[in-house]
């Protein structure tokens, strides 16, 4: 009877974990009803006289680097106002493959460079602040090797600074290859939940959002006062974000506006990218979360960015919360716990705003 009792009672608390999570996707829901006609749209700027550095980190990529730099050089915009970086950490036959692209490009009159280090240190984070201290343009745009940016992409988002507060602009990230396997589609579906729920509901509420790594564009002057690009957690990106709002800059987070991208299609990669994300969220957790309760920002943003940085911990409580299902059927069948089992039966709303959650999110894409 009291292992019984003690796996209930265990039970009960990793379930609350769960719903107290799961209320973060009520409320999600609550400022989509309320907020999601109302999102602002920015006609595109023709004319903008201000200089861009569009960085490329790359580690290995032969497959899609070409195509990268292709597509950065067919953005509509002035060559004499973009300059190209490519951050080319690479260690195979990627660096030869960018050293002939760039050259090919250089004879074509496009402002591009390649950047080689000698050492990886810091990884992405060490090659975009190097890149940084290089950069000529007031506004930095950065893109991963695998995003292919749209001819207008600079003209979709640098509007937004004419604003002196803005400090960077996010597009949306469009899936390219979501109906190879459902591996993928599966990928895509928890995606959107945080690309066309999350962040745009966020952002239009006055949360803090984030920076998704790529497919957005810095302002130089809000990345160099909030401390500049960090190598101490593998979400820099993450860690930025949340020390340039925390200094008063603000964000955009244009959901109606895609940069396509691939997604991981084997295992493996999907595996070691949820793993970065999960372990640089936890780290930036650590690190920020102090900052964020000692600020003086409101206590709804403080809760909010409590929930965004921590949600990761709730897949442990997930598997732990399965695990105990297996004896909590003997004990079901076995003892004198039927009101108990009643009254746990509230738990399954945590399931239900989740489900509702991801819904909405397919409805809106």
């Known amino acids: 009877m009291i292992l019984d009792e003690i796996i209930l009672i265990t039970y009960i608390l990793t379930m ?14 609550f400022y989509h009803r309320k907020y999601i006609k109302n999102i602002p749209s ?44 490519v951050l080319d950490d690479s260690t195979d036959i990627t660096t030869d493959i960018v050293k002939n692209i760039v050259n090919k490009k250089k004879l074509e009159g496009f ?4 950047i080689r280090r000698e050492n990886r240190k810091g990884y992405k984070a060490g090659a ?16 991963d090797a695998d995003f292919v940016p749209s001819t207008d992409f600079l003209k979709k988002t640098l509007g937004y600074f004419i604003n002196p507060k803005i400090g960077m602009v996010q597009s949306r990230w469009e899936h390219l290859n979501e109906d190879y396997s459902i591996l993928t589609k599966i990928q895509a579906l928890a995606l959107n939940g945080h690309f066309v729920m999350e962040q745009p509901i966020r952002n239009r ?13 810095w302002r130089k002057e809000c990345i160099e006062n909030a401390g500049n690009w960090q190598d101490d957690t593998i979400t820099e990106d993450l860690d930025l974000s949340y020390r340039a709002q925390l200094k008063g800059w603000k964000f955009v987070y244009l959901r109606d506006f895609t940069t396509p991208a691939e997604l991981p299609a084997e295992m493996n990669a ?27 920002i409101p206590l709804r943003i403080k809760l909010q960015s409590t929930f965004h940085l921590t949600n990761n911990i709730v897949f442990p409580f997930i598997l732990f919360a399965g695990i105990l299902n297996v004896p909590l059927v003997f004990i ?8 108990f089992f009643n009254i746990m039966s509230v738990f399954v709303l945590a399931f239900i705003s989740s489900f509702l959650f991801y819904l909405y999110a397919q409805k809106d894409v």
């Open 16 to 29: 609350t974990v769960l719903l107290i999570f799961a209320s973060h996707g009520i409320i999600m829901l």
């Open 42 to 85: 920015f006609d595109e700027v023709l004319e903008y006289n201000k200089k861009v550095t569009i960085q490329l980190p790359l580690y290995n990529e032969q497959y899609v680097a070409e195509r990268l730099i292709d597509s950065v050089c067919k953005i509509d915009y002035p060559k004499d106002l973009m300059e190209i970086q």
């Open 111 to 114: 402002d591009i460079t390649q």
């Open 128 to 143: 975009l602040k190097e890149g940084l201290q290089k950069a000529t343009g007031e506004l930095i745009a950065i893109f």
């Open 205 to 217: 509420a006055g949360f803090f959002i984030n920076f998704n790594g790529t497919g957005g564009v």
């Open 270 to 296: 999907l595996k070691a990218q949820q793993f970065r994300w999960t372990k640089g969220a936890i780290e930036t957790a650590k690190k920020i979360l102090p900052s964020v309760w000692r600020s003086k």
């Open 332 to 339: 079901k069948n076995s003892g004198p716990y039927t009101m």
